[in-house]
C-alpha cells in the first residue's frame, strides 16, 4: 500500500480544525503536520501517493451506527444489500456502519450474528460492526449476551413496539438491562407504545383510513413520549445505560433532556429524517407519502427545531439514518390500501453527511458539532473511537476529501444506493464528498468508485467508551 500523503486541506475533527497535512502508513494515521512545514514538505516528497486537498475539508470517515442491509421485515427484504449499502455509504462519505443482526424468536442470539456475518462477510466496500437485535429475551438468551460483548457485538436492540414480531415486554427489557449493567453491554431501545399503537392501527383501519398519512397519527407522539419516559426509567432501576434510537418527537427529546439534567447516563439519536422531513410528505397523494412511512414516524414540521436544538445542547448525541430502503414499486405498494402493510424504512445511508453539512450551511451546527454527531459520538457510543471517528495519529486511515462549495441535487437518478426513489428528491444541497478513503485504500477517487466488495471488514467493537 505504501504512503500517501494527503496535503494541503484543513482537517476538522470534533474537536479541532487545523491547516495539516496527513500522513498515512499502513492504513493508518502516522502523523499530522503544519501545512508548509518543512516535515510536511519532506513528506510528500517520499511519499507514494499525495492527494492535494486544497480548497477542501478532510473530515473523518462517517459512523453510520444504525443500519439495516437486506433485513426482513413485513414479508418482504430491504433491498441493500450489504454489497450496495456499503457501497453507497462510500460514495456519501460514511466508512463505517453498524447494521442490526437480527436474533428471530425460538433462535439463538449466535444463530441469528452467524447469519448476519455470512450476509456481509466478503461483501462490504468498507468496514461494518453490529448491534445484536434481541427479540426473544430467556434465560439462554441473557447468557449469551455476555459471550457476543466478548467478541464484539457490545450493543443490544430492544423493541417496545412490534407486539408479535420484536416486542419485548417490561420485565423482559428489564431482565436484559439488569444483564448489560452486569456486562457493559448497552441496551438501544426503540421506543413506541406498541400495544396502544395496534389499537390505534386497527381502529383507524376499520374506520377507512387507510392512506399513508395514518401511520403518522396512530404513532402518537405522547406513545413515544411515553415509551421513553418507561425505558429511562427501567434502566435506572435496573442500573444500566440506554440509547434511544430515532427520536422523532418533541415530547420524547424533553423526557430524555429531564433525564440527563438528572445526571442519567440516558442517551439520544435522531436521524436526518426527522430534522429535514415532515407529515407533508407522509401525506402527499397518490400513495406517494408511503415512501416517508418508518417507525418512529415523521412528525409535523414544528419538532424539527426541537430536534435541532437538543443536537445543539447535546440532549441529542447521535445522527445516525436508520438506513432500511424498500422500493416505492412493490414493496411500499404492498400497503395501498392498508398503511400498516407499507414496509417500514426509508433510505438514506449515502445521504447523511451531505445534509448534515447543509445544516452547517445553514447556521444550524457548527462544523466540528457535524464532525461530533455523525462521526466521533458515534464511534465513542458503540466501542469504535480513536480507530474510527476522528483523524489522529494511531487512527484508521478513514478520511473524506469534502468539497464544502460544490452543490449537488439529490435524486434516484444519481444515487448509489438500491432503491427506486430518493426522500430527498430533488433536494438541492451546498457540499459534496470528493474522495474517499478506507483503511489508507482509495475507495472513491474524485468522483469515481475504486473500491471492491471485501475491502471492508468487521470490526470487533469495544462497550461504550461516550460514560467515562
Ligand atoms: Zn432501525
Redesign the pocket.
Known sequence: MGTTVIRGGLVITAADETNADILIEGGRVTALAAHDSDVARAWAESADRVLDASGRYVIPGGVDA?T?MEMPFGGTFAVDTFETGTRAAAWGGTTTIVD?AVQTVGESLRAGLDAWHAKADGNCAVDYAFHMILSDVNEDTLKEMDGLVDEGVTSFKLFMAYPGVFYSDDGKILRAMQRAAGNGGLVMM?AENGIAIDVLVEQALAAGRTDPRYHGEVRHALLEAEATHRAIQLARVAGAPLYV??VSATEAVAELAQARDLGLPVFGETCPQYLFLSTDNLAEPDFEGAKYVCSTPLRPKEHQAHLWRALRTNDLQVVST?H?PFCFKGQKEMGLGDFSKIPNGLPGVENRMDLLHQAVVDGRISRRRWIEIACATPARMFGLYPRKGTIAPGADADIVIYDPDATQVMSAETHHMNVDYSAYEGRTVTGRVQTVLSRGEVVIDDRSYTGRAGHGRFVARETCRYLG
Do not use: R
Open positions: 444504525h439495516h442490526f426503540h434510537v430515532h436508520d432500511c
